[in-house]
């Protein structure tokens, strides 16, 4: 009988199992688009950190806009594309948090809120948190399967991004020429404080996001008009529009609400109209024809 000896160290050795070899398969390029539009919107979050560092806080606001921008087009594009996955909605996620959440209290906080010392950074702090909080609550609920249909047209609280954008309104203010008073300071922090509840309350907000899925062919050039002039008074009036916008869209929060109790309104009558008609939905519940015991007696 021959007797083999093999080192432990032996490579070679027949009875040391082959390492495994993973294999990866290629990604698609449809999938790394919207990644890659994520990505360069958190580039613009964190520059307009820098930039309000270093006092330049009309391009720090340009950056949080165009981070905006570019977060209404990532999720868009990917649905375009399907290019979704559970990679690219955790990174959007992220970079919210970061655009949406500490980059805008960083912003505020810089420009005047540093003015209250403690009482001002504690006012950034809470809107960054809350922003976070918000992404969180969002990411458990749209995997809710008990949501009815309609629940989809509605945010549960401000979203991030318009939460980023109004918080701001202070700074448009300045900008259109106003002069800053004393007062700005604590008036920014309670209405950033007032802001960082919207985003973590309860308050239906109307989503938007299956408007504009279809555009009927004679609306095609009319679109394309409203989108150029938009963005053209964007870019001319920068600070007049962002504070119409914003004032419009808190106007319109009251109007999501209505709408939404009217949706909870049609889905408890249909679901009373349901539960009042069992013997129409049952046949052993029909009303059986009286006896000739129970009929009442004639009348000669």
């Given at each position: 009988?021959?007797?083999?000896?093999?080192?432990?160290?032996?490579?070679?050795?027949?009875?040391?199992p082959k390492p495994l070899r993973h294999r990866f398969r290629p990604i698609p390029v449809r999938t790394l688009v919207p990644n890659v539009i994520t990505l360069l919107a958190l580039c613009a979050g964190l520059t307009g950190i820098r930039f309000a560092v270093e006092g330049r806080v009309?391009?720090?606001?340009?950056?949080?806009?165009?981070?905006?921008?570019?977060?209404?087009?990532?999720?868009?594009?990917?649905?375009?594309?399907?290019?979704?996955?559970?990679?690219?909605?955790?990174?959007?996620?992220?970079?919210?948090?970061?655009?949406?959440?500490?980059a805008p209290?960083?912003?505020?906080?810089?420009?005047?809120?540093?003015?209250?010392?403690?009482?001002?950074?504690?006012?950034?702090?809470?809107?960054?948190?809350?922003?976070?909080?918000?992404?969180?609550?969002?990411?458990?609920?749209?995997?809710?399967?008990?949501?009815?249909?309609?629940?989809?047209?509605?945010?549960?609280?401000?979203?991030?991004?318009?939460?980023?954008?109004?918080?701001?309104?202070?700074?448009?203010?300045?900008?259109?020429?106003?002069?800053?008073?004393?007062?700005?300071?604590?008036?920014?922090?309670?209405?950033?404080?007032?802001?960082?509840?919207?985003?973590?309350?309860?308050l239906p907000v109307y989503s938007g996001k299956r408007v504009g899925t279809r555009v009927p062919p004679d609306l095609v050039l009319p679109v394309f008009v409203l989108v150029v002039l938009f963005f053209a008074l964007l870019l001319s009036y920068p600070w007049a529009v962002l504070t119409l916008g914003t004032v419009a869209y808190l106007a319109s929060l009251p109007f999501g609400w209505l709408s939404y109790r009217e949706y909870e309104r049609r889905d408890a009558e249909a679901a009373a109209a349901a539960h009042a008609t069992p013997a129409a939905r049952d046949p052993d519940h029909m009303p059986r024809p009286p006896s000739d015991d129970e009929r009442p007696a004639r009348l000669n």
């Open positions: 009988m021959r007797n083999t000896f093999f080192s432990p160290f032996d490579p070679d050795r027949p009875d040391r009309d391009i720090a606001l340009g950056a949080i806009v165009f981070a905006a921008v570019l977060d209404g087009v990532d999720g868009r594009v990917a649905r375009l594309l399907k290019g979704t996955s559970r990679f690219g909605a955790e990174l959007d996620s992220l970079a919210d948090f970061v655009n949406f959440g500490v209290g960083l912003i505020l906080y810089f420009w005047g809120l540093y003015e209250l010392k403690s009482a001002g950074w504690i006012a950034a702090m809470v809107f960054a948190i809350c922003g976070g909080l918000r992404l969180a609550r969002f990411n458990v609920m749209i995997e809710d399967p008990n949501r009815p249909a309609w629940a989809g047209n509605f945010f549960v609280g401000m979203p991030a991004p318009a939460g980023a954008i109004t918080v701001l309104l202070p700074i448009y203010i300045e900008f259109l020429g106003l002069p800053k008073l004393g007062v700005t300071a604590p008036v920014t922090l309670v209405y950033t404080l007032a802001i960082a509840f919207l985003m973590v309350s309860r």
